[in-house]
């Protein structure tokens, strides 16, 4: 069976979608068939994101369905070969995600071949949402260092520990921490929570720092997953993730403030 | 001038607000959502009991239950009012 990597929050806008771009490349990149499904029924995201929106004709809505075939709808990545993308309908209302359409096309995704399906989880904790943490093996909970994202990705953690498929066979989903939009800096002067503050509270264990970037934008604007800016801050910092989900040891880049020297303080630049 | 001293990081910052709210909110939020199903039903019930003979606000009764080992134990505190 694929591996179900489940990208979710609660609170809306905290990188759930830029995430799951990048960790479901960053699995391509190390070998991994991949496949990234957006949940996110009625406001796809992930299609602009990956820079597929072009190209998307079927999406999962048809599937589930029956309008289309997986091969139909699936879109193969340009620049991934091992990288495929099944984006979410525009149209049709999330009570088209059934229980047992997911579930038969995530079984179909793993006869075709895919190690690992990842599903960028809309915010929220109705219908799209507890569909894509139903069938979750792994979570990833994408947090900001900020109060109402913490508390909700604590009942995003409440819901996964007693709604989920492994959860109501006695069982447990792997839980993996993502904290993003980190700003070291102002961690450093207290306006900010810090990563050991977010993980004393959650108690769930840290895969990943990803810091405030601007990398992210330029990713976007362009239509591809930030992780394959190999220079930029935020791609390095997803690497990271991908390789300690894939169970490497990896440091923590990116958590302290950027040391400046004198020539850029006095310029005022520094990025 | 001493007043920035005020806002400095000697001061409680307010991340560390933000850390000391939370601690809080989630441990009441795990409690409740450790608890048994019929929790809400049982502290409604419980609190038109307590109605028929005092006049308490419903904030003025909670009911959580706590586990200690294999044992769970119901706690009830009904704040009475003064006269
Ligand atoms: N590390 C980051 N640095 C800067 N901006 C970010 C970062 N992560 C996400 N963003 C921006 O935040 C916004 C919301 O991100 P998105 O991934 O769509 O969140 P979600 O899917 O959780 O709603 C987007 O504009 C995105 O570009
Ligand atoms: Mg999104």
Redesign the pocket.
């Given at each position: 069976m694929a591996i179900v990597v489940t990208v979710t929050?609660g609170k809306?806008?905290?990188?759930?979608?830029?995430?799951s771009a990048a960790i479901a490349a960053g699995l391509a990149q190390a070998g991994h068939r991949t496949v990234v499904i957006d949940f996110d029924v009625g406001l796809r995201?992930l299609d602009l994101v990956m820079g597929v929106e072009r190209r998307v004709v079927f999406d999962f809505v048809s599937v589930i369905s029956g309008e289309a075939s997986l091969n139909q709808a699936l879109i193969q990545d340009k620049r991934l070969e091992r990288l495929s993308i099944l984006a979410a309908s525009q149209t049709k209302d999330k009570d088209a995600l059934t229980e047992d359409g997911v579930g038969q096309v995530i079984e179909q995704l793993s006869d075709m071949g895919f190690e690992y399906i990842v599903c960028d989880s809309p915010?929220g904790i109705e219908r799209g949402a507890t569909m894509a943490l139903y069938f979750a093996d792994h979570a990833v909970i994408?947090t900001n260092p900020e109060v109402s994202s913490v508390r909700d990705s604590d009942r995003i953690l409440g819901i996964l520990q007693s709604k989920s498929k492994h959860a109501e066979e006695g069982g447990r989903v792997n839980e993996h921490l993502l904290i993003?939009?980190y700003d070291p800096v102002r961690v450093d002067q207290g306006e900010m929570l810090s990563k050991e503050d977010v993980c004393d509270i959650l108690a769930v264990k840290l895969i990943g720092v990803?810091?405030?970037?601007k990398a992210?934008?330029k990713a976007?604007n362009t239509g591809f997953p930030v992780i394959l800016d190999a220079e930029s801050d935020?791609g390095m910092a997803y690497s990271d993730a991908v390789a300690r989900f894939l169970g490497e040891d990896r440091p923590l880049r990116f958590v302290t403030p950027k040391k400046q020297g004198l020539l850029s303080r006095i310029l005022g630049g520094g990025d | 001038m001493p007043i920035f001293g005020l806002f400095g990081r000697k001061n409680k910052s307010s991340a560390a607000a933000a850390r000391e709210r939370l601690q809080i909110l989630i441990s009441h939020e795990r409690q409740n959502r450790l608890g048994p199903d019929f929790l809400p039903d049982l502290q409604r019930e419980i609190l038109d009991v307590v109605k028929k003979y005092v006049a308490v606000r419903d904030d003025q009764v909670s009911i959580r239950v706590d586990r200690e080992g294999d044992a769970s134990v119901l706690e009830l505190n009904v704040t009475l009012p003064e006269n």
């Open positions: 929050s809306g806008g905290v990188g759930k979608t830029t995430s995201n915010a994408v993003t939009r990803i810091p405030e970037s992210v934008l976007s935020a | -």
